[in-house]
């Protein structure tokens, strides 16, 4: 089945710590998107790619990292800079053509500090 | 910036009533996109309706349907024949060409 696959699920981190969210997806889609949802704040936009080696930041992207090596991979990096980490992450990705701005969500991953 | 706005946090219906739910935008661009996402108890985004602006006519997805105003900026939706599934946070989002805008949701809540 395609799809979006975001992991883990649940992400625990340590102070100090740098942690990765893995998103990758089979649907053959260009562009793919990083947000962040924290309760009463809706979606926000942290980075977003529209093709392989190339990204850009979103509206919070201080204290993030990105890269896009492969067109069906987008990891997000949450480093230690980022102080506030505690959120639920949602990767999403856009398909070129007729339905180009539809964006299709991963199930997402709820980051927690320890 | 464009920004949209969600007025109603939280919004109730009865099951099989109709609800509507608020979203206003702003932008000076003529052609964009606008969309509604539903957002259940599993956190899984769900496209529940797309509009397009440079259609007059209103897009409609069976129980779901938006009223449309491009001269007011506004962009209700309207769930009929409520049902239990229909409880969830509901985004609002503008797009044109630059990654999708979100309002902060309404969150809503089916009563049987």
């Known amino acids: 089945d395609g799809g979006i696959t975001q992991s883990p699920k649940y992400l625990f981190r340590k102070e100090g710590q740098n942690v990765t969210l893995s998103c990758e997806q089979n649907l053959n889609h260009d562009a793919m998107y990083w947000y962040r949802q924290d309760p009463g704040q809706g979606l926000r936009l942290i980075y977003y790619s529209q093709i392989v080696n190339d990204f850009q930041k979103g509206d919070i992207a201080e204290g993030y990292s990105v890269s896009r090596e492969k067109k069906e991979s987008f990891p997000l990096t949450v480093t230690s800079a980022q102080k506030n980490p505690t959120a639920f992450y949602l990767c999403?990705?856009?398909?070129?053509?007729?339905?180009?701005?539809?964006?299709?969500f991963g199930a997402g991953t709820r980051l927690s500090v320890l | 910036a464009q920004t949209v706005t969600q007025s109603q946090p939280e919004m109730s219906v009865q099951e099989a009533e109709t609800v509507t739910l608020s979203c206003t935008y702003d932008?000076?661009?003529?052609?964009?996109?606008l969309f509604w996402y539903k957002q259940p108890p599993s956190r899984q985004m769900i496209l529940v309706i797309r509009q397009e602006a440079y259609k007059q006519q209103n897009a409609t997805e069976n129980r779901f349907s938006v009223n449309f105003q491009k001269a007011a900026k506004s962009f209700s939706l309207k769930i009929s024949d409520s049902q239990l599934g229909d409880a969830a946070m509901y985004f609002c989002?503008?797009?044109?060409?630059?990654?999708?805008?979100f309002g902060k949701g309404t969150r809503l809540s089916v009563i049987a």
């Open positions: 932008t000076s661009e003529s052609d964009y996109y």
């Open positions: 989002a503008y797009q044109v060409w630059t990654p999708l805008v």
């Open positions: 999403a990705s856009t398909p070129e053509g007729a339905g180009q701005n539809i964006q299709y």
